[in-house]
């Protein structure tokens, strides 16, 4: 692959609904879309699912674009480039910044893709042709709202419940919703919101509530506490801001830091490092479940694929289209199929195609960068 051009979109979309999280709540999605372009036409496109502010990590949409314009387009475009893997270990020397890496692995994936004639999920090595997902649903003003949400998100079919917690707002939500409905496998969020005393304070009646699993206590950094709290947790604890690489997945696992791993590939720096983890979770008997970051219609088809291998043994966080976005940036809509499953898709590449007259709505500020 010889790129030729790239240009980066900023985009801002509304959600369907606020999401709110511990860290606090949008009601729109700002991301990267990347294309990239060969001189023969075929074009590749990845997301950088990076948002507006810096509270699920430190990296921004901002951040992003300055690290894509001064260190990452430069050196994409300076070679020819035989794999998508060879990306990663061309830009290992840039610290950090895992979103901005990702959404660049994400196009030259892509186009690869489109170049074999082979989709992502066959490339990645996944083994479904869906996969089982689930809803996370944010902070609602009240438990009964909650309770409402949580309904209407069982009658559409999902079969998989998140809720999104906060010190305040955690016991008296999973209790409430428990009540309402005593079956449903649910599992519960906190993005860093609890200390380890705070956590062991108020958390502790989780444990009886026959959670999958509690995500991220404790801090977005930390591995030590998380081992602390699990040794006095039946319920599994699942780790995602923590786990930035394979080598954090490997040492999470070898101290009992979590039992589970949420995957995100913006999060981990690329596709690659995300099926490394995968692989390091399976030779540890340890299974992980795709997360999501709110993804338009490029990095959802992303996710799927990914979610497709497996060891993705859990529900993954990848909603049907119409839960985000009343218009998306892809000709194609994922919809939910009726045993709670979303189809990966099979065409090349991504396997979607890009709206252009969308994107160019939801278009905030472009650029476009060319090789020398
Ligand atoms: O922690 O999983 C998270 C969205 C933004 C930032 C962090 C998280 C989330 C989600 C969204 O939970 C899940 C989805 O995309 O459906
Ligand atoms: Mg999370």
Redesign the pocket.
Known sequence: MRIEHVTVYHVRMPLQHA?V?S?GGRSERDALILEVREASGAVGWGEC?A?LEP??SEETVHTAWAVLEHFLLPVLLERDWAHPQEFPQAVAWVRGHPMAKAGVEMALWDLYGKLQGRSLKDLLGGVRDRVAVG??I?IQPTPEDLVRRVALFLEQGYRRI?I?IRPGRDVQDVAAVRRAFPEVPLQV?A?SAYTLTMARERLRPLDEYDLLLI??PLAHDDLWDHRALQAEFRTPLCL??SIRHRRAARQALEMGACRII?I?QGRVGGLTEAVAIHDVAREKGAPVWC?????TGIG?AA?LALASLPNFRLPG???ATD??YARDITVQRFTLNEDGTVSVPTAPGLGVEVDREALAHYTLASRRWSRA
């Open positions: 999401f999280t860290t699912v948002g509270r699920y809803v996370s944010g998140k999104k969020d993005n995500e991220q995602d801001e949420n995100k997360g999501g970051m709110l993804e959802r996710n966080d990848i909603s839960r985000y």
